[in-house]
């Protein structure tokens, strides 16, 4: 059957039955109206910082599933406010249970060619017009926590304790949780017990999830580096130093750092994923601005591609002659910048129990560490003082996934313009999973 030009598969086939079996009927029913709210996110999505219409509309969805919610949570370091929410609902004594969602999606064109695809257009934190694309899954994973409170809210005899639903601003530019906490949600709201959260994965099944304990994604930061030169006519490049030039061979000098100067058992990533210089063919611009990314799971090896990367930079401006007041601009982010997200081993285990028996072991894959970053992890504070575990959302069909493996393209990633989540068989494992995760953390004695 179809749902607003949505086709609906048939529920997750299991070899028998499971003690999760009654949640399949209770995700069922709400499938219809959370797919058409997953449609109206998808086609309406705002960038980090200006979640405005995302969060009043899920807030409202909340509000009616009987929770308590409070909005505009969480103030930026310069000063600006956020647009957290939080959602909950008491429910007798027992434990404090937090679920985040992510409420804003990236600067990328949408090019799936979806009747609901998103027309929206933006402006980047550079003044650049943009796209703007739910291109990381966060629409559906909006949709999966709030068909998950419909569900838990339902089924209040089955367990005791407190639900923290949290919308946290932000995610994409990693100081939306920071952001939370430094305007004191812990000291506004429980102090969970344990916090979990999910995120779709293009490389598992959707109907699957995937679970790994301890270090799970990397920490990132972001960097800017200008290179300075002194422009000129393209015609006389003798008498110019050409920040072009010096960017080029700035980004092929980049690559050393992970191939020649870190050891091969750490991983870590580079990229440059921006860079802007000139106005014209002919003019050689006095200035090129480039936005990188580091990724690493330890201190140490962030620590050395930093400093690598403001010695390569020194070292290129040195090389072309660049006088000393025209020396390059590293700056590194104290606002986009996040360390690796940890999974508590005990806490993992013990949400792998409560998938394998609501969706069936075979449907509960063992996740991989990525280089991917996230700043969930803050929740659970320095030290990992509160026990937290993200877990994996299959995306996609077992059809794409096998034609990538035979044919060696690649599978539509995150972030893409083209990625979109097989949705109603991954929106329906997210409900049933992190419900049968709540329900094992709060169940009644």
Not at 309 to 314: N, P, W
Not at 342 to 355: E, I, M, Q, S, V
Request: overall charge negative; proline content about 7%.
């Amino acid at each position: 059957m179809r749902i607003s030009g949505l086709l609906l598969l048939p529920a997750l086939a299991l070899a028998s039955p499971s003690p999760g079996d009654d949640l399949r009927p209770l995700a069922d029913r709400e499938l219809p109206s959370l797919i058409a709210i997953y449609q109206d996110l998808h086609a309406h999505p705002e960038l980090s910082h200006h979640e405005e219409r995302t969060s009043a509309l899920l807030a409202g969805e909340l509000r009616k599933a009987g929770y308590t919610v409070t909005e505009h949570l969480g103030k930026y370091t310069d000063g600006a406010a956020a647009f957290g929410i939080a959602a909950v609902l008491k429910n007798g004594a027992g434990p404090v249970v937090l679920v985040r969602t992510e409420l804003d999606a990236l600067p990328v064109e949408e090019k799936t060619g979806l009747p609901f695809a998103s027309r929206v257009r933006s402006h980047n934190a550079a003044g650049q017009e943009v796209g703007v694309m739910h291109a990381c899954g966060h629409d559906l994973h909006m949709t999966s926590l709030l068909g998950t409170a419909r569900t838990l809210a339902r089924l209040k005899e089955r367990w005791s304790g407190t639900l923290v639903f949290i919308g946290q601003p932000s995610e994409e530019t990693v100081d939306g949780a920071r952001a939370m906490l430094n305007d004191g949600f812990y000291s506004h709201f429980p102090k969970p017990d344990f916090a979990i959260a999910l995120h779709d994965e293009p490389t598992i099944e959707a109907g699957k999830v995937g679970v790994l304990g301890g270090a799970i994604y990397a920490g990132s930061t972001a960097v800017e580096v200008t290179m300075r030169g002194l422009g000129g006519h393209g015609a006389h490049p003798e008498l110019t130093k050409d920040p072009v030039v010096m960017a080029a061979e700035f980004i092929m000098e980049l690559q050393t750092i992970v191939s020649r100067q870190t050891l091969p058992l750490d991983p870590a990533v580079v990229t440059v994923g921006s860079i802007h210089g000139g106005t014209k063919g002919n003019i050689i611009p006095d200035d090129v601005v480039l936005q990188l990314t580091t990724r690493a799971f330890s201190e140490d090896v962030r620590e050395h591609i930093l400093s690598s990367i403001k010695r390569m930079a020194q070292g290129v401006a040195l090389a072309a002659g660049v006088p000393d007041d025209r020396a390059p601009i590293v700056k590194v982010s104290e606002t986009e910048a996040v360390p690796p997200t940890y999974n508590d081993p005990k806490l993992a285990a013990r949400l792998r129990g409560a998938f394998e028996a609501s969706l069936g072991a075979v449907n509960v894959a063992e996740s991989k560490p990525m280089m991917v970053s996230e700043d969930f992890g803050l929740f659970g504070l320095s030290g990992h003082q509160i026990p937290t575990v993200i877990f994996q959302l299959g995306a996609l069909s077992a059809q794409q996934i096998e034609e990538s493996r035979r044919t060696g393209n690649p599978l539509p990633s995150l972030h893409s313009s083209v990625f979109y989540p097989q949705v109603e068989p991954a929106m329906r494992a997210g409900i049933i999973a992190t419900t049968s995760a709540v329900l094992e953390l709060l169940k009644r004695p």
